[in-house]
């Protein structure tokens, strides 16, 4: 298969949750994608802010529904972590791990002694989520904090997606340590760059490619690593969210799912598409469809073309005919 978006590129950066699964599903097209991703011979990684599960775990969580994967394609927030402790401490250091066994286990893997009390003298603080962080463990590394210790947080997600719903995440907990130290950590997890720069080096690669869900992680962490991304609108963020984007969190490719990786190039790239043309004016954006066989993708990827060449945010959208007002309400922009 070629002409593809997949050509030119050497690793795929995939991110899991609402762009390869939701839950214990597949998202429709990930079995089929990352199948010819594997055949064309172009390296995956799967790149998650998850730090509470070691990577064989994901690996299996992968497998379990299907998919190739392998340890060594997983990069977790908890390996970028303990990557980014052992670039600034020296071996043997103590660390005081807030967080899962897993973020345990990565910080004694780089190196590092990983405690968990101010008593034991640890020069830095490593932060993950955990079910089981309790009010004491907090405590502990509020004081290490306080004391002058580095801070690094696997990742600053505020909301952690469940089957019940949404829950605190890592950031919210961050937040409290925030409030409690008047500090600010360093970040590993996506939007900054040390768990993609990871990932992308452990496939030994130079043209990567981000895909995800998620603005102000994964097309964010793509535009701050200075890699091209694709958008699927299979998870968290919409349409809507997309065209009022500002320019720090643009992708450069939107397709309905990861089956866009599939698709030629120009078909998925946020750009002028034939079959709708776009109107800016002061009332906002008029879209006007002049083919009928022309999707509502299409029109999208032309409305934000549109609109981010001359301003950003939110804006009103309306269609000039019935084909555009269709397209308008089947991406929700109507």
Known sequence: MSGTLLDGHDVVLFDLDGTVFRGGELVPGALEAVREVHRRGVAVRYVTNNASKPDQAVADHLTGLGLPAERAEVSTS?????????????????????????????????????VSDFADDPVAVVQGLS???????????????????????????????????????????????????????????KPERPLLDRAVSSAGAES???????????????????????????????????????????????????????????????????GWQVRVDDDGLELAGSDQQSDALAALRSLCSAWWATSSGPVAVRGADEHAKAALRELGLA
């Open 131 to 189: 079910t089981d962080i309790a009010y004491r463990d907090l405590a502990e590394a509020c004081l290490a904090i306080r004391a002058g210790a580095l801070w690094v947080a696997s990742n600053g997600d505020r909301t952690l997606p469940t089957e019940r719903g949404l829950m605190p995440g890592n950031g919210s907990l961050v937040a409290l340590l925030r409030a409690a130290t008047d500090q600010e950590p360093l970040v590993a997890g």
């Open 78 to 114: 908890a390996q970028a972590g303990a990557a980014v402790l052992a670039e600034k401490l020296p071996a043997g250091s103590r660390v005081l791990v807030v967080g899962s066994a897993a973020l345990v286990s990565e910080v004694d893997k780089a190196g590092l002694v990983p």
């Open 208 to 274: 990567p490619l981000m895909v995800g869900d998620r603005l102000d992680t994964d097309i964010a962490g793509a535009v701050n690593a200075g890699m091209p991304s694709l958008m699927v609108l299979t998870g968290v963020n919409t349409p809507a969210d997309l065209l009022g984007a500002p320019p720090e969190m643009r992708p450069d490719h939107v397709a309905a799912d990861l089956r866009g990786l599939l698709q030629a190039a120009a078909e998925v790239a946020i750009a002028a598409q034939d």
